[in-house]
């Protein structure tokens, strides 16, 4: 069998991502993304914002979109997981936050009083895959599941030559399992025990959140220090955001979910499987917080259904004390959602589905401020 390279899978993505946004909304052209989204600049300078390190290569193009549209204007965004960016953001030391969960319980009251009355939004701005990433030179493809998955970042499993993992290859080197986690308050973290929790029928018991919790392996900062570690290590293994391990060059080992067990075909990583993941995301958010309902994800009725997959935030004040803010907030986050979702699939992501894009543009239009507008 062929060793898929994550390039090779992506070459996919690259290509037909744009047929996948289209299934929702019928003919609807690429050029819809760039098209029909006015950005309207000016206010602040030099906008700031942190978190999620997962959406830094988005947030790269939606920079460069933002810089195209509103010439002279900026953003200084700092890749320090999703925990540090919320953090930063209800402390009121930046103008926005990106994380990979959404607020939750008491954050909603803090990001309130940070916004000095007004409600807090979470804006979902792309889709990203989570790549289960390895390095073993030994082996042509690697196939896992979700309760092998558990075992081995809980430490049940720490040989690759296991019984369980045998069971699902063909054959295994008698290699150390060399686990690399998020060693920061990661919302990739988050997503990948949400899914071990959901997916794993009953092997995963750590639970979930934004600190790694299976009591194994080697902690890494961010995406880049993960994928890193994985590119450098033989027989490592972890979780990474698909536009880091696309960067690193890693290898993705291919899913089989209670579904694809039946086909008789593990899932890997492409447009066509990721596609059909999103399709179940709903919002159930109030208003204009579109938060979203992913957990229809984990547990796919489709055999063709990558079960891992994110979507990632910005959390942004709904109304803002400085008109500047808000006006700039606005513009940024109209170029991220129009234009900065062109070829976003060449980085390694999905771009936000026609029907939602229209949801959040919305809610950026209603952006607004508690203040007047500075004269001139």
């Not at 947030?59 to 965004?77: E, P, R, V, W």
Request: hydrophobic share 40%; aromatic share 8%; proline share 4%.
């Amino acid at each position: 069998m062929k060793r898929y390279r994550l390039a090779a899978a992506m070459s996919l993505l690259a290509t037909v991502a744009l047929v996948l946004s289209a299934c929702s909304s019928g003919s609807r052209a690429t050029l819809d993304y760039a098209g029909g989204f006015r950005v309207d600049c000016g206010g602040k300078q030099t906008l700031t914002a942190s978190g999620s390190t997962a959406q830094t290569n988005a947030m790269n193009k939606f920079i460069d979109a933002y810089h195209k549209a509103c010439s002279g204007q900026t953003l200084n965004y700092t890749s320090n997981g999703s925990g540090a960016g919320i953090k930063e953001f209800l402390s009121g030391s930046t103008d926005f936050g990106g994380s990979d969960t959404p607020l939750a319980g008491d954050q909603y009251a803090d990001a309130k009083r940070r916004c000095a009355g007004a409600d807090a939004w979470n804006l979902p701005v792309v889709f990203s895959p989570l790549a289960i990433t390895y390095n073993l030179s030994a082996v042509d493809t690697l196939v896992l599941d979700a309760p092998t998955l558990a075992k081995i970042f809980n430490g049940t499993i720490t040989r690759w030559d296991d019984p369980a993992l045998t069971a699902l290859n063909a054959s295994m080197p008698a290699e150390d399992i060399r686990v690399f986690y998020r060693s920061d308050a990661s919302g990739t973290t988050d997503n990948f025990q949400s899914y071990l929790l959901a997916a794993s029928v009953g092997a995963w018991t750590q639970g979930k959140g934004k600190t790694f919790n299976g009591g194994v392996g080697t902690g890494a900062a961010g995406n880049i220090g993960t994928s890193t570690a994985v590119k450098t290590t033989e027989g490592a293994i972890s979780y990474n955001e698909l536009s880091f391990a696309l960067q690193q060059g890693l290898y993705a080992a291919e899913i089989k979910t209670p579904a694809s067990r039946r086909s008789l075909r593990p899932v890997r990583i492409g447009t066509d499987t990721v596609g059909k993941t999103i399709n179940g995301a709903k919002i159930i958010g109030d208003g204009d917080d579109l938060v979203l309902d992913i957990s229809s994800f984990y547990n796919p009725a489709q055999p063709d259904v990558y079960p891992i997959v994110l979507a990632t935030y910005e959390i942004v004040c709904s109304k803002y004390t400085n008109p500047d803010v808000a006006q700039a907030v606005k513009a940024f986050l109209q170029a991220a959602i129009g234009p900065g979702q062109v070829d976003l699939a060449k980085n390694g992501y999905i771009p936000l589905p026609f029907n939602f894009q229209s949801r959040v543009a919305g809610a950026v239009d209603a952006i607004s401020s508690t203040a007047a507008p500075s004269s001139g």
